[in-house]
């Protein structure tokens, strides 16, 4: 329950912590180094993450909105995300092979030329998300909402979607 909007982490790098019920929301996390941590109940809404690390990271029940995740360093970036708000993310570029996104609301984000293959939207809101240029092969859309993405303009080959979705597969149709 601490609060680092008020004042920046004092560690740059945290291995193993489980942070819960904090805020980070406008906190200056650049260059900070997260490695097999859980986020739970926390605000990291508008959070600055210049070159910072998420390595084996889950965010669980979060505010996320407006992150940057394009800002990131790219070494080894790995996370989860589970019953998150995650409005405006940007993902603009960033390498994200097999990702799991459950029963989050991910609205108005950015996956423009992502490379998010066997990524999982399980139960996820994708309301105004834009995906264009992103590589998708073998992603799995089948209970997300919501979404639209053009085949013609992205990598879906082998990527999963349900009879419900096809509007949002078909939609420029």
Do not use: W
């Not at 991910?106 to 293959?117: H, M, S, Y």
């Not at 209970?143 to 990598?155: M, Q, S, Y």
């Amino acid at each position: 329950k601490i609060n680092y909007s008020e004042r920046a982490p004092e560690q740059k790098q945290y291995e193993g912590v489980e942070f819960a019920a904090c805020n980070f929301s406008n906190a200056n996390l650049s260059s900070c180094k997260f490695i097999d941590c859980v986020f739970t109940d926390c605000d990291l809404s508008m959070a600055q993450l210049r070159q910072s690390s998420f390595q084996d990271v889950v965010f669980r029940s979060s505010k996320l909105l407006g992150l940057q995740f394009d800002k990131c360093s790219a070494f080894a970036l790995s996370f989860r995300f589970e019953n998150c708000a995650m409005d405006h993310v940007v993902f603009y570029k960033v390498k994200m092979p097999g990702t799991y996104f459950q029963n989050c609301k991910i609205r108005e984000a950015d996956f423009t030329e992502a490379l998010a293959d066997k990524v999982c939207f399980d139960h996820c809101d994708l309301q105004s998300t834009v995906f264009e240029r992103s590589s998708l092969i073998n992603a799995d859309f089948r209970t997300a909402v919501n979404f639209g993405l053009d085949p013609e303009l992205n990598k879906v080959k082998g990527a999963r979607f349900s009879t419900d979705g096809l509007a949002g597969l078909l939609g420029k149709y």
